[in-house]
């Protein structure tokens, strides 16, 4: 028996022996792999003392102070606090990303090889969301900003009342993105807006001669002037009367013609532009937070800019985006619409990448990136931007506060999102 015993406890030793170290494997391994993580949240960033208003909170300032530097954190955060805005509601129960762990980014620019940590310490950005279709990969959130702040997004906004607009065909409210504006727009008619096909309008391609410089004296400031100053936006519009190429032709961007695209929803739907997406988007792909959109003083959102909405909300419009229109086993926004918005046809050569500008082409008020895969982004001034690759489901949401409204540090944003698809897409985890 006592033989027995010893034979029992030295099998016992060697089994804990083995439990024990299998035990520090196994915890060895969980230890290496890298934590899953909510939102990152930093109280600086790049400049926030010397420039950004740190010291004082980034204060929010007046619609007349909100560029100077000091307040351009808050304006861009909190915009609908500086002007009238309308609610875009949220959905009545929210749908939900899952997480995984912060994958290592690294990207090439100008001969460098960088992290997407040495991106956010020298870009001033305010929020970086990296999703791969119903997973977060990275959030972060710089400037003393949080995932409860409602982003402005500049420009961004004009691919919502695109497929807004897009809807409203599906609807058969318009009858043909062919048909003159004047048909919706009575108000317009005479005019070369009003004469002008929603199509063109659609690919800022009217033909209607719209300064854009972003020196305060030009036509995208006199008509944010008159919107804000309690002009009707018809008679606002309409001033823009000079006509210097023949419609869809030539592409030439102009704040104006997605004022009048908003003008064509508001006059087929019948109800506010903002309603109309809460009805049709927002709420159908399972938004967290109410959106807002502000209006000018006769009530009309300001369709060309000035949405704003939380991050993760962005990606989840980004999400519908990748999926043509599709939600969970839903159409949102029709599929062949997001096909046509975000290809250039044949016979449409000026807007494709290396026509309609340098390096970007241009759909239905969307920008295409170059290459083979179609792949696009929505943008706003000062580095507002939305990529989509609907090859891989990949969407990158990317919000700053750039001190320059034509962002020239764009192409390495650039270069980090080619980064992203190379490294998180098809061949990538």
Known sequence: MEAMNHREVRASMIAAIVLLATFGTASAQEAAKPPVTGPIFSNTGPDAAAYYGAAEGFPLGTLATASQMRHLVASYSHFDELTPARIVA?????????????????????????????????????GLLLTRDDIIFYEHYQYARSDRDRFLSQSMAKTITAMLIGIAAADGAIKSIDDEVATYVAGLTGTEYGKTPIRALLHMSSGVDFKVSYNGQDDVARLGRDLVGGKDPVVSVAQFNTRVA??????????????????????????????????????????????????????QEVTCCCF???????????????????????????????????TVRPSDAYLAPGSATRYFGYGYQVWLLPGAERRFVLRGIRGQMIFVDPATKLVMVHTAVSPELSDPAAAETVALWTAVVNQLGRNGQ
């Open 90 to 126: 949220r959905a009545a129960v929210p749908w939900s990303f899952k997480r995984a762990a912060e994958p290592e980014i690294s990207y090439s620019f100008l001969g460098k090889r960088h992290t997407i940590m040495d991106y956010l310490s020298r870009y001033p950005t305010t």
């Open 246 to 299: 023949p419609p869809g032709t030539r592409f030439h961007y102009a704040s104006a013609e997605t004022e009048i695209l908003g003008l064509i929803l508001r006059a087929v739907t019948g109800k506010p532009v903002a309603d109309y997406l809460s009805e049709k988007i927002w709420q159908l792909i399972g938004t967290e937070g109410d959106a807002s959109w502000a209006i000018d003083s006769t009530g």
């Open 308 to 342: 704003n909405a939380v991050l993760r909300d962005y990606a989840r419009f980004g999400r519908l985006l990748a999926h043509d229109g599709a939600w969970n086993g839903g159409q949102v926004v029709p599929r062949q619409w997001l096909i046509e918005a975000t």
